[in-house]
């Protein structure tokens, strides 16, 4: 299974809105409604920002919001912060099957400038 | 509160074994598969291996298939990762994730541990 596709770095100002990309194949990201987004700060254990394409888990900032097309997903950072400055992971659930089978994406290092 | 505890990393030679654990609290361990992820130093995330909750379902990465095992003791609220025939591409921090019921994403992980593969 190869790793989902997304652009190595992603910058912009403070209070912008900034938009990463997640490609993958019908087999992952356009075959199923289980994309997630993880942020990861540095030395730090990922974090799960989005799941199910667009949802947030209790507590995540409503400026992040998560959406898909075809076999591409999208993670948008609303109001950029300081804060936000970090890694970020799609991740695609790959089978209908139980356990869970999870590919990653390549990741984004996101800048605020 | 859901936490997650790794412990066993360290500095092991090419060849060599080394077996890993996660002590789990906070909620039903026996309820959830578990997973394991990896990350070599500078890297992305790996997906390494899961277990379904009565251990019936196992899966690999193609990349570990054949040297590591994956293991739980729901008794123990424990899950382990044995993993021999290391190689240096097997340097990463490995984590233990819990998965969100349902929807496919891992809402809880452990800090980490280090394994090291070198002469």
């Known amino acids: 299974q190869s790793a989902l596709t997304q652009p190595a770095s992603v910058s912009g100002s403070p209070g912008q809105s900034i938009t990463i990309s997640c490609t993958g194949t019908s087999s992952d990201v356009g075959g199923y409604n289980y994309v997630s987004w993880y942020q990861q700060h540095p030395g730090k254990a990922p974090k799960l920002m989005i799941y199910e394409v667009s949802n947030r888990p209790s507590g995540v900032s409503n400026r992040f919001s998560g959406s898909k097309s075809g076999n591409t997903a999208s993670l948008t950072i609303s109001g950029l912060q300081a804060e936000d400055e970090a890694d970020y992971y799609c991740s695609s659930y790959t089978s209908s099957s139980t356990p869970d089978r999870y590919v990653f994406g390549t990741g984004t290092k996101v800048t605020v400038l | 509160e859901v936490q997650l505890v790794e412990s066993g990393g360290g500095l092991v030679k090419p060849g060599g074994s080394l077996r890993l654990s996660c002590a789990a609290s906070?909620?039903?361990?026996?309820?959830?598969?578990m997973n394991w992820v990896r990350q070599a130093p500078g890297k992305g995330l790996e997906w390494v291996s899961s277990i379904s909750s009565s251990s019936s379902y196992i899966y690999y990465a193609d990349s570990v298939k054949g040297r590591f095992t994956i293991s739980r003791d729901n008794a123990k609220n424990s899950l382990y990762l044995q993993m021999n025939s290391l190689r240096a591409e097997d340097t990463a921090v490995y984590y233990c994730?819990?998965?969100?019921?349902?929807?496919?994403?891992?809402?809880?992980w452990g800090q980490g541990t280090l394994v090291t593969v070198s002469s």
């Open positions: 994730a819990r998965p969100m019921v349902g929807v496919g994403a891992l809402d809880y």
């Open positions: 906070g909620f039903t361990f026996s309820s959830y598969s």
